[in-house]
Nanobody
Framework: QVQLEESGGGMVQAGGSLTLSCTASGAPLVSYTMAWFRQVPGKEREFVAGSRYLTSSTTYADTVKGRFTISRDNAKNTVYLQMINLKPEDTAVYYC??????????????????WGKGTLVTVSS
C-alpha cells in the first residue's frame, strides 16, 4: 500500500508560479509511474503530467505544455509539479497518482492504483 500526500497548493495571481510536491510512503517510487491530475467541480478528473517509472520519461497535457514540469526525486520518494505562468483556468484540485510498473508516462485514471487526497490551486485574474 502506497500513501501519497500532496502539498504546495495555494492561491496565486495569474502569471505566477507554484510548485506542488507529492511525498510517498509505503513503497519506493522508483517502480511507479507517477502523474498529476486535476479536477474542477462538475468535470472529470484530467491528466496533467506523467513521469514513467525507470526512465522518468515525461508526458504533458497540451494545455500545460511549456508551462508545467514534472520531476521526481526517487531518493526523497517525492514527485514535483512546477507550474509557471499560471492561468485562471488552471484553478483546480490537483491530485498525485501512482501506478506500479505502468509502461507509459500517460497514466489514465482507470489505471491509477493509488491517489493522493489532493491540494487546491486557485489562480486569480
Amino acid at each position: 500500500q502506497v500513501q501519497l500526500e500532496e502539498s504546495g497548493g495555494g492561491m496565486v495571481q495569474a502569471g505566477g508560479s507554484l510548485t506542488l510536491s507529492c511525498t510517498a510512503s509505503g513503497a519506493p517510487l522508483v517502480s511507479y509511474t507517477m502523474a498529476w491530475f486535476r479536477q474542477v467541480p462538475g468535470k472529470e478528473r484530467e491528466f496533467v503530467a506523467g513521469s514513467r517509472y525507470l526512465t522518468s520519461s515525461t508526458t504533458y497535457a497540451d494545455t500545460v505544455k511549456g508551462r508545467f514540469t514534472i520531476s521526481r526525486d526517487n531518493a526523497k520518494n517525492t514527485v514535483y509539479l512546477q507550474m509557471i505562468n499560471l492561468k485562471p483556468e488552471d484553478t483546480a484540485v490537483y491530485y498525485c497518482a501512482a501506478s506500479l510498473y505502468y509502461s507509459t508516462s500517460t497514466l489514465t485514471p482507470n489505471a491509477v492504483m493509488f491517489w493522493g487526497k489532493g491540494t487546491l490551486v486557485t489562480v486569480s485574474s
